[in-house]
């Protein structure tokens, strides 16, 4: 009995030593580390240059010039396109006149033409007669010295028979007002334009910056659209998305209007009109009900119409 128990316990200490052998050598197997995908930074789009304007997705040549107060022919011309209607994402359009992109016109600067060898002038002798002979200074001593014979005197006022005699046509130095001879001071241009409302109607939707970009004025179909202000028609057409039959008045170098929505077009491209005038009727065209558009364009950018248009 005692000599199975140590058989047995000699088993165990043998197992547990292959065991603890196997342990030792079992293999180390590496793992391969998991790596995180890298994430591309988002890099921000270079800016526009002054003047220019990068085409997107969506753009149209009338879009654009609308949005920078421009002629679409104009963008034509200065960037010598073949066809307005083929323009392409990311290409770059001039929207400014050339010549006023820098914003300061260099001139250009010449050299200053060689200089002549001078000649010395004998010094001119000093008078040396007596005072006495000088004559005091009147019209007729000044005339018979220029050789110029008696002289026209002017006849004096009332008020200035004690004051001492005056040649007539010596020039009186008047101070400087710092205003150039025969300019003109007056107000600028566009505060000098008169406004008046482009349609009757009740006002349905007003300015705003992020969503409308002008004021609706509903109506009936037909109703006349009049010109807000004296102008010439920029654009008379239906090529820009979400405006329909669209009328675009130029005011000033900065200030032009656009009557959305019209039915008809009653004025052609490159017409004069005057403050008041019919330009179109009033409609649906690429809306969901009878109304007019209307906005109001500084320097290509939508501002509200309210502080031009007079109260009412």
Known sequence: MKRTSQVT?????????????????????????????????????????RGFYTVKRGDTLLRIALDYGQHYRDLVTWNKLADPNDIK??????????????????MPVTAPPPSEPRTVQPPVPRKTSPKGDKRAYSDAALAELRGDGPARLEPKTADAKDAPDVPARVPVAVPSTGVAPGSVVSATEDDKLSWMWPSDGKVVATFDEGKNKGIDIAGRAGQQVLAAGTGKVMYAGSGIRGYGNLVIVKHSNSLLSAYAHNRSIVVKEGQNVSRGQVIAEMGDSDADSVK????????GKPVDPSRFLPKR
């Not at 547990?16 to 790596?35: D, I």
């Not at 290409?91 to 050339?98: E, G, I, N, S």
């Not at 007019?292 to 320097?299: G, M, P, Y």
């Open 292 to 299: 007019l558009h209307f906005e109001i364009r500084q320097q």
């Open 9 to 49: 316990l000699l088993l165990i200490t043998s197992l547990l030593g292959a065991c603890t052998s196997n342990l030792r050598q079992a293999p180390v197997v590496e793992r391969p580390l998991k790596l995180r995908p890298v994430v591309p930074v988002a890099t921000e789009q270079p800016k526009d240059e």
């Open 89 to 106: 994402v990311d290409q770059v359009l001039r929207v400014a006149p050339p010549d006023n992109v820098a914003g300061v016109q260099t």
